[in-house]
Nanobody, 123 residues
Framework: QVQVVESGGGLVQPGGSLRLSCAASGSIVSIYAMGWYRQAPGKQRELVAT???????NYADSVKGRFTISRDNTKNTVNLQMNSLQPEDTAVYYC?????????????????WGQGTQVTVSS
């Protein structure tokens, strides 16, 4: 089994910054990719940013230039630095890990989610 745990959410004023962290642990052979998604009230969950084991990143257009995703492959962690936060960034932020849990041929990857952390941007 794989556990994914987020931390770092909270309340911040518009224009402020927050840093989210996520750690994956358990039965892990390798992690192909990790990422952050968010879900605002009444809306569908959407991609925020992802990063592969090789360091390739992908960002939603709405956060480009403001958010930065980074990863430590040795610790199975991923961080999301969020700057210039706006009220529309308010949501529950979820960490996702695409994990190989067992050595097999072909390689089998599974998706694991954290429980989510609330980010509220308000004055």
């Amino acid at each position: 089994q794989v556990q994914v745990v987020e931390s770092g959410g909270g309340l911040v004023q518009p224009g402020g910054s927050l840093r989210l962290s996520c750690a994956a642990s358990g039965s892990i052979v390798s992690i192909y990719a990790m990422g952050w998604y968010r879900q605002a009230p009444g809306k569908q969950r959407e991609l925020v940013a992802t990063i592969t084991s090789g360091g390739s990143t992908n960002y939603a257009d709405s956060v480009k230039g403001r958010f930065t995703i980074s990863r430590d492959n040795t610790k199975n962690t991923v961080n999301l630095q969020m700057n210039s936060l706006q009220p529309e960034d308010t949501a529950v932020y979820y960490c996702n890990a695409i994990v190989q849990s067992k050595r097999s041929i072909p390689v089998v990857l599974s998706s694991y989610w954290g429980q989510g952390t609330q980010v509220t941007v308000s004055s």
